[in-house]
Nanobody, 115 residues
Framework: QVQLVESGGGWVQPGGSMRLSCAAS????????MNWFRQAPGKERELVAF????????HYAGSVEGRFTISRDNTKNMVYLRMNVLKPEDTANYSC????????WGQGTQVTVSS
């Protein structure tokens, strides 16, 4: 069955960096686009970045363009989100998502940006 497991969240000061990882299993990873979403308390879930299948072309929300980098390693079935110059407004629960006949979500990892 499809499984997505995120890791790498935690607390960081404004201006800091963090890398999130998502381990995928149960499907042919290289054939599917992968997505990172986030949801802050009281706000709707938003798409942060996605990367296309295969070699992977990245795409970003305007709020993170230039600060976040999504990447994938098809040999390891992993997708990453490198986050630089973090801001308090980046505080959220971050989840990876894959659409494999239907949406599958990981359990999420909390990122808190504060001083």
């Amino acid at each position: 069955q499809v499984q997505l497991v995120e890791s790498g969240g935690g607390w960081v000061q404004p201006g800091g960096s963090m890398r999130l990882s998502c381990a995928a299993s149960g499907f042919t990873f290289t054939r599917y686009p992968m997505n990172w979403f986030r949801q802050a308390p009281g706000k709707e879930r938003e798409l942060v970045a996605f990367i296309t299948q295969g070699a992977g072309s990245p795409h970003y929300a305007g709020s993170v363009e230039g600060r976040f980098t999504i990447s994938r390693d098809n040999t390891k079935n992993m997708v990453y989100l490198r986050m630089n110059v973090l801001k308090p407004e980046d505080t959220a629960n971050y989840s990876c998502k894959a659409y494999v006949s239907r949406n599958y979500w990981g359990q999420g990892t909390q990122v808190t940006v504060s001083s």
